[in-house]
């Protein structure tokens, strides 16, 4: 994607298109990465379009490169294992072949497109090794690098063949943003101990081999400006109703994620399904529901976590319904930014508890969309990059173990009994950072600390 006087900066289509896109809308510059289309004839032109200020600059893929880079190696490896979810990380040959075989032809697409002064900025875990194809095909520019999803600890990432060589090539960038510090750490303890770099822990300055790379910290936040114009809207105010509408009574306890297994959703429900047995009383005081948007479908690892969200929601609904009510609402659909704020607002809950999880965006939207006189209680998971932000000395979200039912049970209790001047007071806990580092204020720092490297 492109930033400040760029043309030119490679990213990957994907969940951080929001983010992405709100930058480029301030900035400029020309977003470049797979279209997310199949072709028979994927070395065809770039497509080149510009749609609401941002100009894309994309390419298709084919058959075998979409198995192997995209399926394979980027979502059934490195993201398992980026999730410390060895259990399903695949380690195969051929997937890794393709995952090189991708990025060089990115790197040979996009580099016409790069004029000497711009920066570029690469996205995440699909274009790890970008930077030193780029780099080897003479450009000399400053390039950036963010890593959207968490950097595993050492002794789970050298289980990845070939992990040095994955990691010299990062070291091409000039500047390495995480979401958190833990990542960040994490990336500089393997730098140190597995290639003996020399690493200054204070400034993330990393010296290998003739080359410097600074790795930094920038938890990235929503499009405040946005989301609450979104929420001014008669979309929104429809949505908001129509939730209300249909719980009527009860108290409404929302979920929202993409159906991914770093999510924690069948733990989740293993959670709700103990507060249900420890108080049944309650199913009269509270509705769940879960909006659950299906991705990945052709990776067998997401077509079991469907399955098994839909079987133990069924058990609990079976054995907790009564012909006026159903205790969890499971939504296999996505729906609008609008209708999504209105949603929020309706909800006394919002339940976020990734077993892990880089940052987690949508815990921002919900605390965003509180009635500040009003407000919901914000669960979320400890091992979310948010609850850096949004948990402090014990107040601002109700943290929880998202593996521990009985954990998960305390805190839906707790938020439904919270008085109101305690809800309030954590709301504004959260707010103001939610509402300052926003992601305007994450591009900025990242461009700004980009533009001051020595570069190429």
Avoid at 178 to 201: I, M, N, P
Avoid at 399 to 420: C, E, G
Wanted: a negative charge; glycine letters at 8%; hydrophobic letters at 40%.
């Amino acid at each position: 994607m492109a930033v400040p006087k760029a043309r030119g900066v490679a990213g990957a289509q994907g969940g951080l298109s929001g983010a992405l896109n709100a930058a480029l809308k301030d900035h400029g510059g020309i977003w470049f990465g797979w279209s997310g289309q199949e072709s028979e004839d994927p070395e065809g032109n770039i497509h080149l379009q510009r749609s609401d200020g941002v100009t894309t600059a994309t390419i298709d893929l084919s058959a075998r490169d979409i198995e192997e880079y995209y399926n394979g190696y980027a979502n059934s490896t490195l993201w398992p294992l980026f999730h410390y979810r060895l259990d399903l990380t695949r380690y195969e040959r051929e997937t890794g072949k393709g995952y090189e075989r991708v990025n060089e032809r990115f790197a040979d697409c996009v580099s016409p497109l790069i004029e000497p002064d711009d920066l570029i900025w690469v996205h995440d875990y699909h274009l790890l090794p970008l930077g030193e194809r780029l780099r080897a095909r003479g450009i000399a520019n400053r390039i950036g690098f963010f890593l959207h999803i968490p950097w595993p600890p050492t002794r789970l990432f050298v289980s990845l063949p070939f992990h040095e060589r994955l990691v010299r090539t990062m070291l091409e960038y000039d500047l390495i943003g995480f979401q958190t510090d833990e990542w960040r750490e994490s990336f500089l303890h393997y730098c140190r101990k597995e290639l003996g770099a020399e690493v200054e822990e204070a400034t993330g300055t990393i010296r290998f081999e003739g080359r410097t790379a600074i790795a930094r910290a920038y938890p990235i936040g929503i499009d405040w400006d946005h989301f609450q114009a979104q929420g001014a809207s008669e979309e929104a105010r429809h949505a908001e109703q129509r939730l209300l509408s249909s719980t009527r009574d009860r108290s409404a306890m929302i979920g929202v994620d993409r159906l991914d297994y770093s999510k924690g959703l069948p733990e989740r429900i293993d959670g709700i399904g103990r507060f249900f047995d420890q108080h049944p009383d309650r199913v009269r005081d509270l509705v769940f529901i879960q909006i659950a948007p299906p991705s990945r479908e052709d990776v067998e690892s997401y077509q079991d976590i469907r399955m098994t969200l839909e079987q133990k929601a069924g058990q609990i609904n079976g054995a907790r319904s009564e012909v006026d009510l159903v205790p969890i609402r499971y939504v296999n659909r996505g729906y609008s930014h609008a209708e999504l704020y209105g949603f929020f607002r309706a909800a006394k809950i919002g339940l976020v508890t990734p077993l892990r999880d880089g940052m987690n965006l949508v815990a921002k939207e919900y605390v965003a969309a509180q009635d500040r006189d009003d407000p919901g209680v914000l669960i979320l998971s400890r091992f979310a990059g948010a609850a850096q932000q949004l948990a402090v000395d014990d107040t601002g979200a109700v943290l929880v173990n998202p593996y521990s039912p009985d954990d998960i049970s305390h805190a839906i209790r707790v938020a439904l009994d919270m008085p109101l001047a305690e809800r309030r007071a954590r709301y504004e806990t959260m707010i103001g950072t939610i509402r300052d580092d926003n992601v305007q204020t994450w591009t900025r720092r990242f461009c700004d600390d980009l533009a001051a490297t020595a570069g190429g």
